[in-house]
C-alpha cells in the first residue's frame, strides 16, 4: 500500500513573515514553497513507479484469483490512483502559491483581497483564501 503525507507543512518561517503587504520574505516563502514542490514531484514519480510495477505485477498473476483477490487488487489499484490524484492537486496548489507569490500576491485572499492570517499560511501554505471567504465557497458547494 502506498502512503505519503501530501500535507506535510514546508515552514515558511516564524510570525511576521506573511501579513501586511512589504513584510512577506519573498525569498524564504519561495524557497519553501519550491522545496515542497519539488517534494511532491518526487512522490508522484515515486508512486507512478509503484503504480506500474502494481500494474504488471497483476497483469501477470491472475491465473487463480477468485472475486476476493480481484476486489483486492482493485481497491489497491483505486487507492494508489487516488493518492496519485491527491499529489498532482498538492502540486498544482504549490505551482499556484509560487504564482501568486511571483506576481505579488502571495498572502492576499483571492476572494476578499484582505491580508491571509499568517497563522493560517503557516499551517496551510498554499492557502489561496482567508478562513471566512473559504467557509462560504464550502458552504455553497454543499
Keep these: 500500500m502506498l502512503t505519503h503525507d ?3 507543512r514546508p515552514g515558511l518561517g516564524g510570525p511576521g513573515t506573511v501579513g501586511a503587504p512589504g513584510t512577506i520574505d519573498s525569498d524564504r516563502i519561495r524557497t ?3 522545496s515542497r514542490y519539488q517534494e511532491l514531484t518526487a512522490e508522484y514519480e515515486q508512486a507512478m513507479t509503484q503504480s506500474q510495477v ?3 505485477v497483476e497483469g501477470g498473476d491472475t491465473a ?3 472475486q476476493a483477490d480481484s476486489g483486492t487488487k482493485t481497491a489497491e ?5 487516488s493518492l496519485i490524484r491527491t499529489i498532482l492537486e498538492r502540486r498544482t496548489q504549490f505551482e499556484h502559491a509560487l504564482a501568486r507569490l511571483a506576481a505579488g500576491d502571495y498572502g492576499r485572499c483571492e476572494g476578499c483581497a484582505v491580508a491571509i492570517p499568517v497563522e493560517r499560511l503557516e499551517i496551510y501554505p498554499s492557502a489561496t483564501t482567508c478562513v471566512t471567504c473559504k467557509q462560504s465557497r464550502e458552504r455553497r458547494a454543499a
Design 54 to 56: 502494481l500494474r504488471l
Design 32 to 34: 519553501a514553497l519550491t
Design 64 to 66: 487463480g484469483d477468485d
Design 6 to 8: 501530501v500535507n506535510r
Design 77 to 81: 489499484r483505486d487507492a494508489a490512483q
